[in-house]
């Protein structure tokens, strides 16, 4: 008998325990070190946004998808939109033509694919929901501080580290885990869950190499 049957451990516990080193060595990404650092500039955010786009718009594709599934509706909530955001983080880095002026980059595109073809399944959506979205209610709350401490952006250029509809954040993160928690999964499921939490650290990862390429 495996140690999450055995224990019942909760599903949040499981992947914050299980990708803790993932997500330590997604902050040593030299690309995130030197943009949080400020030894970058604001055209570095800028390509960050750019491909955030589309690997949002994949995650809130699939969210569409999961409202319709019995188990996973109510882990889809409306005040982690962010698409919207991020559209407006891009009209003020890079003009009202930015969709003629951002470049996606294949990694990015490698990344939004995987999103889009592990859609249909609740236990691959709630791995990447929870990659994402607890990244940015938690982590992304630091780079927000840091982008206008370093490069002056605030408000305008970080709406998608804003959360206008969650007034307190802990209070918020605390009721996702809750809904995590209670998709009642079976053990293939969680397998199937942490496996792709992994798996999607690594995506992000590589985004990331490639922003150093180009920026570092």
């Known amino acids: 008998m495996s140690l999450a049957v055995e224990e019942d451990i909760?599903?949040?516990a499981l992947l914050r325990e299980g990708t803790r080193a993932d997500h330590g060595a997604a902050n040593s990404e030299d690309f995130i070190e030197q943009l949080l650092s400020g030894a970058l500039n604001r055209a570095a955010y800028a390509d960050l946004s750019a491909q955030l786009l589309l690997v949002y718009e994949a995650l809130e594709a699939a969210s569409a998808t999961v409202r319709d599934d019995e188990r996973g509706a109510g882990l889809v909530f409306n005040e982690l939109t962010r698409v919207p955001a991020i559209e407006q983080d891009l009209a003020y880095l890079y003009g009202p033509s930015w969709r003629d002026e951002?470049?996606?980059?294949?990694?990015?595109?490698?990344?939004?694919?995987?999103?889009?073809?592990v859609s249909g399944s609740l236990p691959h959506y709630a791995a990447h929901s929870y990659t994402r979205y607890l990244g940015d209610l938690s982590g992304g709350q630091i780079v927000r501080r840091m982008m206008k401490q370093h490069y002056g952006l605030d408000g305008d250029g970080v709406a998608f580290y804003t959360f206008p509809d969650i007034p307190k954040i802990k209070v918020f993160k605390d009721a996702y885990?809750?809904?995590?928690?209670?998709?009642?999964?079976?053990?293939?499921?969680?397998?199937?869950?942490?496996?792709?939490?992994?798996?999607?650290?690594?995506?992000?990862?590589?985004?990331?190499?490639?922003?150093?390429?180009i920026h570092c």
């Open 10 to 12: 909760p599903l949040s």
């Open 102 to 117: 951002i470049e996606t980059l294949p990694a990015t595109r490698d990344y939004a694919d995987r999103i889009r073809a």
């Open 177 to 213: 885990r809750n809904r995590l928690d209670s998709l009642a999964l079976d053990q293939d499921e969680v397998d199937t869950t942490l496996t792709e939490a992994h798996h999607a650290f690594h995506l992000n990862r590589v985004v990331f190499t490639a922003l150093a390429e």
